[in-house]
């Protein structure tokens, strides 16, 4: 898991997203490994999902939560 979480932040980095947590890149790892979708309240999960293709959700709408 922690080696495709660095693939995917080198993916990130190319494309100019620098600055996504490690934790989540952690957890979309093991959600794609386990094929499941992300339920969240946290950008960087659509930033991720852009190179890795994995379903992700917000559980509200963005910016509804102070």
Do not use: F, K, N
């Not at 979480?5 to 947590?21: N, T």
């Not at 999960?45 to 963005?62: F, K, L, N, P, S």
């Amino acid at each position: 898991m922690v080696r495709r979480a660095l693939d995917v932040q080198g993916l990130l980095a190319r494309i100019g997203h620098h600055r996504v947590a490690i934790p989540d890149l952690t957890i979309a790892a093991v959600a794609e490994s386990a094929q499941l979708t992300i339920l969240h309240y946290d950008r960087d999960y659509d930033v991720i999902a852009q190179v890795t293709g994995q379903a992700v959700e917000w559980v509200v709408a963005r910016g509804s939560v102070p």
